[in-house]
């Protein structure tokens, strides 16, 4: 059974940074698209951050773009999301999420195969 595990959440500062992980176990995730997404109580999930399989390329959501980075090491199975500059408003749970579908990923939650369990990011002001 695949799963996928994401870390490195939890309290900060506004100004401050976290880098959230995301591993994989079981099947090999190298030629697949990882997202990032996130949810906030209240309101709907949405994207964050993807990167391709070869982690050739990488998009960001306007909102979140000059402050966080996506990464992955495939020798690892895991993909990485540094979140710098960090704002009371990038509060949310953070999810990671596989499409086994689109080397590059999607914007779209729909187009994931299979989600983490999400990990609390908390930014005070």
């Known amino acids: 059974q695949v799963q996928l595990v994401e870390s490195g959440g939890g309290l900060v500062q506004a100004g401050g940074s976290l880098r959230l992980s995301c591993a994989a176990s079981?099947?090999?995730?190298?030629?697949?698209?990882i997202g990032w997404f996130r949810q906030a109580p209240g309101k709907e999930r949405e994207f964050v951050s993807r990167i391709a399989g070869g982690g050739e390329r990488t998009y960001n959501a306007n909102s979140v773009k000059g402050r966080f980075t996506v990464s992955r090491d495939n020798a690892k199975n895991t993909v990485y999301l540094q979140m710098n500059s960090l704002k009371p408003e990038d509060t949310a749970v953070y999810y990671c999420a596989v499409s086994y579908r689109l080397y590059s990923g999607s914007d779209y939650p729909k187009d994931y195969d299979l989600w983490g369990q999400g990990t609390q990011v908390t930014v005070s002001s």
């Open positions: 079981g099947r090999m995730f190298s030629n697949t698209g």
